[in-house]
């Protein structure tokens, strides 16, 4: 019935020549004006506005402590997404905008079935819908560049899909919370962030998914991509992107509408006299393919490249060779011999190497197949 009224007043909107604008309620035990053709609630409704979905998973962004002064030792994932909305009255100036509580998690807790549900909800709530102008994600930022990247990867339809956390808890003074959520529904609502792929916005800046990653455990200008730079920033709440619309070089999408697990893929650093049993540890524990932060340009010990090989050309287990550097390339002429197929990461860091590993052994790329598609990052 709902529903119908709802379809009914539409119409009378599309007919009129004012349209119609579902004001916020002041019924708190049901905050909802409006439920769209999803079943996705809003708490106002004006067609004049952009309508974006906001999905929560969690983080300090979400966060809470009995202290306004602590910006470490909080609980993430305190508060509920209808409340981060509610914090930020000026969003309702901006965009309708609809939540879907993914979880309410630290970013440490987010898994891969947690990614696969993002990409997939986003895929059928914003992408399948063409009422819908875009998607935010709120999300703790510690591990944050990899659901980024994750995203940025399986949702291509050209509709800004922003990311989002903050650097202090929702109950700090000065939170920085409630201005990078307005900040990423309005780079969510705007036109100009089509055909961008997936952005963090933080801190006034608009940072490319691809490339982000965070510099800073604790300050809130920590995500960064040092060699790329931004694609834009927000002045007053007004975003302004520095280039038109650009892929990163070698980016491909990748679908996830049939995969419903992504194979595991550890990560292992480089360090001086690292011990070659940690390779061969990670691989008799059910690793599908591995990913080496390396010293430098993807370098590891003489004693373990011999162990790389042996795992590459007799276990069949694809290595990506990264850099445990904060930026920079990895080609494939640094690792590179003539015993084994070394895949070097290009200017992919570990944890986005480990994401694409993880998403081309679910789609079953043999070792040839994900050299290519690594190589792409830095030779397309
Ligand atoms: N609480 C940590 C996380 O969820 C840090 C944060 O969100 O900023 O990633």
Known sequence: ??????????????????????????????????????????????????????????????????????????????????????????????????????????????????????????????????????????????????????????????????????????????????????????????????????MVVMNDRIVSAYYVTKTNANTLDTFKAIEMGNLGELISDTPYFFYPPVKPTGKKAYSIANVTSIPRVDILFAYEDMHNDTLYNAVLSGAKGIVIAGAGAGGVSTSFNYAIEDVINNYGIPIVQSTRAMSGEVPTSDISTDSALHIASGYLNPMKSRVLLGILLAHNKNMTQIAKAFAGSTDD
Do not use: W
């Open 1 to 198: 019935m709902f529903a119908y009224i709802n379809l009914l007043y539409l119409l009378i909107a599309v007919g009129s020549a004012s349209p119609i604008v579902y004001p916020r309620t002041t019924n708190d035990t049901n905050p909802f004006v409006f439920t769209n053709s999803n079943g996705l609630n809003f708490t106002q409704m004006n067609a004049t506005l952009p309508n974006v979905t906001i999905f929560a998973t969690g983080g300090t962004i979400a966060g809470s402590s009995s202290s306004t002064t602590a910006t470490t030792g909080y609980t993430s994932g305190a508060v509920g997404i209808l409340t981060l909305i509610d914090a930020v009255p000026a969003i309702l100036n901006i965009s309708n905008v609809a939540g879907v509580q993914i979880s309410n998690v630290g970013s440490e807790d987010v898994t891969s079935t947690l990614l696969l549900k993002m990409a997939k909800q986003i895929n059928e709530f914003v992408c399948g819908d063409p009422t819908m102008a875009g998607a935010v994600v709120t999300h703790g930022t510690d591990v944050l560049e990899e659901t980024a990247f994750f995203l940025d990867a399986t949702v291509n339809c050209g509709k800004p899909v922003i990311i989002v956390g903050a650097m202090r808890p929702s109950t700090a003074i000065s939170a920085d919370g409630p201005y990078n959520l307005l900040e990423a529904v309005t780079v969510a609502a705007s036109p100009l962030a089509k055909d961008r792929g997936a």
